[in-house]
């Protein structure tokens, strides 16, 4: 789509549309799909942008927890027994591969490997 054509087309949608969309683009042009609704311990691999980043301290095991926005669905990335990761960061744009579940009905994958990545 051209620039002037993308621009007209966006005109009657929200920021928030127009940013959910070029994530779904960047996604899509690295070869992932968006996670549906009901996918439940499977295998997936998503990209998108680190929206959040947050440290669980626990007595015993701490947690890194990212979220992802891949355009339609906020992912949880949990690292298990990990403090900071260099790259893993608000704004940073990752692919991951993992499983895929839902505690609580919230999507998450445990321990994903990781990937930074150019949006484009």
């Known amino acids: 789509m051209t620039t002037l ?4 087309v966006d005109l009657g949608r929200s920021d928030d549309d127009v940013a959910a ?6 996604a899509s042009a690295h070869g992932c799909r968006p ?10 691999t998503v990209a998108g942008a680190i929206a959040a980043v947050t440290l669980r301290p626990r007595a015993t095991v701490p947690a890194l927890v990212a979220t992802l926005d891949d355009g339609s669905l906020a992912i949880q990335l949990v690292w298990l027994g990990r403090r900071r990761i260099a790259g893993i960061e608000p704004g940073a744009y990752v692919k991951v591969h993992g499983l895929l579940c839902r505690p609580g009905g919230v999507p998450t994958i445990y321990n994903p490997a990781y990937e930074l990545m150019p949006r484009g």
């Open 21 to 26: 969309g070029e994530l779904r683009e960047a």
């Open 5 to 8: 054509l993308r621009r007209l």
């Open 35 to 44: 996670v549906q609704p009901d996918t439940d311990r499977e295998i997936v």
